[in-house]
């Protein structure tokens, strides 16, 4: 069931929590292999509501695609969200 982004709320959410959510959004919009006009546009709509800047975008996004080059591959019962989380609050640290 769709939902409108301005229907969630943000305020119980910490920095790395937005980050996380955009870069399972990521994930979720690359799980088929590829990446069309209007999952672009999803995502950036998405990253603007987590006010998130383009440089932590772009970390979220290279942090998705490394854990889908491990093994477990991009399925999503096999997909490590642990891992995702764990380089995201590594990288965002840097």
Same mark, same amino acid.
């Given at each position: 069931?769709?939902?409108?982004?301005s229907?969630?709320?943000?305020?119980?959410?910490?920095?790395? +929590?937005?980050?996380?959510v955009?870069? %399972?959004?990521?994930?979720? /919009?690359?799980? +088929?292999?590829?990446? +069309?006009?209007?999952?672009?546009? /999803?995502?950036?709509?998405?990253?603007?509501?987590?006010?998130l800047?383009?440089r932590?975008?772009?970390? /979220?996004?290279? /942090?998705?695609?490394?854990v @889908?080059?491990l093994?477990?591959?991009?399925?999503?019962? %096999?997909?490590?969200?642990?891992?995702?989380?764990?380089?995201? +609050?590594?990288? @965002?640290?840097?």
């Amino acid at each position: 069931v769709p939902c409108e982004l301005s229907s969630l709320n943000l305020r119980k959410l910490s920095a790395l +929590d937005r980050v996380f959510v955009y870069a %399972t959004g990521e994930w979720l /919009a690359r799980v +088929d292999g590829t990446l +069309d006009d209007r999952e672009q546009v /999803a995502l950036n709509a998405l990253g603007e509501f987590l006010m998130l800047s383009p440089r932590v975008r772009d970390k /979220a996004k290279n /942090a998705t695609l490394e854990v @889908m080059q491990l093994p477990t591959g991009v399925r999503p019962d %096999t997909y490590d969200l642990v891992k995702l989380r764990s380089l995201l +609050d590594q990288r @965002m640290r840097e």
